[in-house]
């Protein structure tokens, strides 16, 4: 297969990371549209998580103003490269068994609430945790932009300039 179709040889997620972080000065941003970001945003499902009042990942409001483009980009591509502590997950296990990972929401003597990527939400007693653990991942996925191409993310930066 590798000779007859040498062009279909499988990547792995960082070097698609990678290229397309290669890729950045090869984009024509002066030719991004901000509605067709906007509808890039909600297909990839960044809506879900970077907006409204049940956000689980942080407000993008002026994010072009907090970051360049390519170290917002790398976190897009590389979400786990740089996690801040009130993003980091943390799984839960249960004298029931099971393992629950996700944001800690809520916290108290008595238990505590944990929402998941999905945005659903566990309240666990205290009394039900057998293990806690800081992962050293976020709950944004890997490899949102891998079907992208350079137009996309053109849009996607004109879309997020505005916010």
Same mark, same amino acid.
């Given at each position: ?6 062009? @279909?040889?499988?990547?792995?997620? @960082?070097?698609?990371? #990678? ?25 990839? *499902?960044?809506?879900?998580?970077? $907006? ?6 942080? !407000?993008?409001? *002026?994010? &072009?103003?907090?970051?360049?483009? #390519?170290?917002?980009? #790398?976190?897009? +591509? !590389? ?17 029931? $068994?099971?393992?629950?990972? *996700?944001?800690? +929401?809520? =916290?108290? +003597?008595? *238990? ?12 666990? =007693?205290?009394?039900?945790? %057998? ?17 992208? %191409? &350079? ?6 930066? @004109? ?5």
């Amino acid at each position: 297969l590798e000779r007859r179709y040498p062009d @279909s040889r499988p990547t792995s997620l @960082s070097e698609q990371a #990678a290229a397309i972080l290669k890729g950045l000065n090869e984009v024509p941003w002066a030719t991004g549209d901000v509605d067709r970001g906007r509808v890039l945003f909600e297909r990839l *499902g960044c809506a879900k998580c970077h $907006g409204g009042r049940r956000s689980l990942g942080p !407000d993008l409001t *002026g994010v &072009s103003k907090r970051f360049s483009r #390519a170290d917002l980009f #790398a976190s897009i +591509v !590389d979400p786990n490269r740089d996690i801040s502590n009130r993003y980091q997950t943390t799984s839960i296990e249960t004298t029931a $068994g099971q393992v629950l990972t *996700g944001l800690i +929401v809520y =916290e108290s +003597v008595d *238990g505590l609430l944990l929402r998941d990527a999905e945005h659903r939400t566990y309240r666990v =007693e205290a009394t039900e945790i %057998v293990g806690r653990h800081l992962q050293r991942s976020s709950l944004m996925p890997e490899g949102l932009l891998r079907n992208t %191409v &350079s137009q996309d993310l053109a849009d996607l930066n @004109s879309y997020l300039q505005g916010l």
